[in-house]
C-alpha cells in the first residue's frame, strides 16, 4: 500500500484549485484515514476490484448451487406438476391433453376394485416391513458394535446385499423360493407355496424388501452406535446397569434420530414399492401383492391409461408426504439431538 507524502496546506490548497470537481469527490471517498494522521489512498481500480471480488465470494455457494437446481427442476419438478397437472385431464395415447375432467379421474380411480386392494396391500406391506426392518438392523449392529472377529463377519454379511444389484438379487430368490426345485423348502422342510399364496408371497416381499434395505440401514445405525462415548458406557456400567438397561435408557435415547431417519426412508421404500413385485410376483396371486407403484406402471406404460396413473401417482405422493408430516410431528416432540 502507497502512502503519498504530506504536503503543505498551501500548495493542497492551490491543487485543489485546479483539480476537476468530480475527482475531488472520488478521492475523497478513497481515502481513509488512520490513527496517526496519515493519508493513504486506495486506487479506485484495486477498490473497485476488491469489492466485485467481495460480493463474487458471497454469490459463490449460490452458484454452485444452480446446476443442482436446475438438475433438480428438469427431472424432479417439472415432472411432477405435469403429472399433477395430466391427472385433470384426459389424455392421448401420446400424452396430449384433450379435455379438462377436474377429479373425475379421482372419482373413477377410488371407486375401482383394483385400486382399492392395491391400496390395502400397499399399506399391509409398511406396516409388515417396518417393524421388521427395523428390529433387524437394529439387532445386526447392536451384534457388530462388539469387539471380535466374530463383529467383523458380522458386518461383512450385513454389507454384502449392498453390493448385489437389485435384479440380480430378485432373480436369486426367485431361484431360492422356487416351490420346486428352490432350496428354501429345503432347508425349512416344508412345501410353502410362495408364489401361490397370498400370505406366502407377501411374506415373500417382505423378505426381499429386507435384503434390499438392510446394508444402507446397518451403515447406518452402526455409526450412530459407535458415536456413543464410551465414557458413558463405562460410567453407566460402573453404576450397575445391565446390558438392557445400558440399551434402553442410554444407547437408544442417543441414536433416536438415526433411528427416526431410518424409520422414514424405510416407509418411503415400503410406499414406493415396484421392482421386487414386478420381478417376483408381478402383483400376484389374485393381486395379492399388486402395490400402488405397480398398479401405476401397469395402468400408465402397460394399458396406456396415462390419466389414471398419473392420478395413482399423485395418491402415493399425498400419502407418503401426509405420513412424513405426521413422523416430522412426532420428531419435534420425542427426538432429541445432542
Given at each position: 500500500m502507497y502512502q503519498y507524502?504530506?504536503?503543505?496546506?498551501?500548495?493542497?490548497?492551490?491543487?485543489?484549485?485546479?483539480?476537476?470537481?468530480?475527482l475531488t469527490y472520488l478521492t475523497l471517498l478513497s481515502r481513509h484515514s488512520l490513527g496517526n494522521g496519515t493519508m493513504v489512498m486506495f486506487p479506485?481500480?484495486?477498490?473497485?476490484w476488491g469489492m466485485n471480488k467481495y460480493n463474487l465470494s458471497k454469490g459463490r455457494p449460490y452458484i454452485l448451487l444452480v446446476p443442482a437446481i436446475a438438475l433438480a427442476f428438469l427431472f424432479a419438478y417439472r415432472p411432477f406438476f405435469r403429472t399433477v397437472v395430466n391427472s385433470l385431464f384426459n389424455l392421448s395415447l401420446?400424452?396430449?391433453?384433450?379435455?379438462?375432467?377436474?377429479?373425475?379421474?379421482?372419482?373413477?380411480?377410488?371407486?375401482?376394485?383394483?385400486f382399492q386392494d392395491?391400496?390395502?396391500?400397499?399399506?399391509?406391506?409398511?406396516?409388515?416391513f417396518v417393524p421388521t426392518n427395523l428390529i433387524i438392523c437394529l439387532g445386526a449392529a447392536m451384534l457388530a458394535n462388539r469387539k471380535g472377529k466374530i463383529a467383523s463377519l458380522n458386518q461383512i454379511f450385513m454389507f454384502l446385499p449392498m453390493a448385489v444389484a437389485m435384479s440380480s438379487s430378485m432373480m436369486?430368490?426367485?431361484?431360492?423360493?422356487?416351490?420346486?426345485?428352490?432350496?428354501?423348502?429345503?432347508?425349512?422342510?416344508?412345501?410353502?407355496?410362495?408364489?401361490?399364496?397370498?400370505?406366502?408371497?407377501?411374506?415373500?416381499?417382505?423378505?426381499?424388501?429386507?435384503?434390499?434395505?438392510?446394508?444402507?440401514h446397518f451403515l447406518l445405525l452402526i455409526s450412530a452406535l459407535r458415536n456413543i462415548p464410551t465414557?458413558?458406557?463405562?460410567?453407566?456400567?460402573?453404576?450397575?446397569?445391565?446390558?438392557?438397561?445400558?440399551?434402553?435408557?442410554?444407547?437408544?435415547?442417543?441414536?433416536?434420530?438415526?433411528?427416526?431417519?431410518?424409520?422414514?426412508t424405510s416407509i418411503k421404500d415400503a410406499m414406493l414399492i415396484s421392482a421386487p413385485v414386478l420381478l417376483l410376483t408381478e402383483g400376484g396371486?389374485?393381486?395379492?401383492?399388486?402395490?400402488?407403484?405397480?398398479?401405476?406402471?401397469?395402468?400408465?406404460?402397460?394399458?396406456?391409461?396415462?390419466?389414471?396413473?398419473?392420478?395413482?401417482?399423485t395418491v402415493v405422493f399425498l400419502l407418503t408426504?401426509?405420513?412424513?408430516?405426521?413422523?416430522l410431528r412426532f420428531e419435534q416432540k420425542r427426538v432429541y439431538y445432542q
Amino acid at each position: 500500500m502507497y502512502q503519498y507524502p504530506r504536503a503543505s496546506p498551501g500548495k493542497r490548497r492551490r491543487c485543489l484549485l485546479f483539480r476537476p470537481k468530480w475527482l475531488t469527490y472520488l478521492t475523497l471517498l478513497s481515502r481513509h484515514s488512520l490513527g496517526n494522521g496519515t493519508m493513504v489512498m486506495f486506487p479506485l481500480l484495486s477498490l473497485r476490484w476488491g469489492m466485485n471480488k467481495y460480493n463474487l465470494s458471497k454469490g459463490r455457494p449460490y452458484i454452485l448451487l444452480v446446476p443442482a437446481i436446475a438438475l433438480a427442476f428438469l427431472f424432479a419438478y417439472r415432472p411432477f406438476f405435469r403429472t399433477v397437472v395430466n391427472s385433470l385431464f384426459n389424455l392421448s395415447l401420446i400424452g396430449k391433453r384433450l379435455s379438462f375432467v377436474g377429479l373425475g379421474t379421482y372419482g373413477r380411480l377410488f371407486s375401482s376394485a383394483s385400486f382399492q386392494d392395491s391400496l390395502s396391500n400397499t399399506l399391509r406391506f409398511t406396516l409388515y416391513f417396518v417393524p421388521t426392518n427395523l428390529i433387524i438392523c437394529l439387532g445386526a449392529a447392536m451384534l457388530a458394535n462388539r469387539k471380535g472377529k466374530i463383529a467383523s463377519l458380522n458386518q461383512i454379511f450385513m454389507f454384502l446385499p449392498m453390493a448385489v444389484a437389485m435384479s440380480s438379487s430378485m432373480m436369486l430368490f426367485k431361484m431360492m423360493f422356487n416351490p420346486s426345485i428352490g432350496i428354501m423348502n429345503t432347508l425349512i422342510g416344508s412345501d410353502i407355496q410362495w408364489f401361490n399364496d397370498p400370505k406366502a408371497a407377501m411374506v415373500l416381499l417382505v423378505i426381499a424388501g429386507v435384503f434390499l434395505d438392510i446394508g444402507f440401514h446397518f451403515l447406518l445405525l452402526i455409526s450412530a452406535l459407535r458415536n456413543i462415548p464410551t465414557s458413558l458406557i463405562e460410567v453407566a456400567r460402573i453404576e450397575g446397569a445391565n446390558p438392557w438397561q445400558l440399551f434402553t435408557t442410554l444407547q437408544l435415547p442417543l441414536i433416536a434420530p438415526t433411528l427416526l431417519f431410518v424409520v422414514v426412508t424405510s416407509i418411503k421404500d415400503a410406499m414406493l414399492i415396484s421392482a421386487p413385485v414386478l420381478l417376483l410376483t408381478e402383483g400376484g396371486p389374485f393381486r395379492s401383492t399388486q402395490t400402488l407403484v405397480y398398479q401405476m406402471y401397469l395402468e400408465g406404460f402397460k394399458s396406456g391409461n396415462y390419466a389414471l396413473g398419473s392420478a395413482i401417482a399423485t395418491v402415493v405422493f399425498l400419502l407418503t408426504f401426509g405420513i412424513m408430516l405426521l413422523l416430522l410431528r412426532f420428531e419435534q416432540k420425542r427426538v432429541y439431538y445432542q
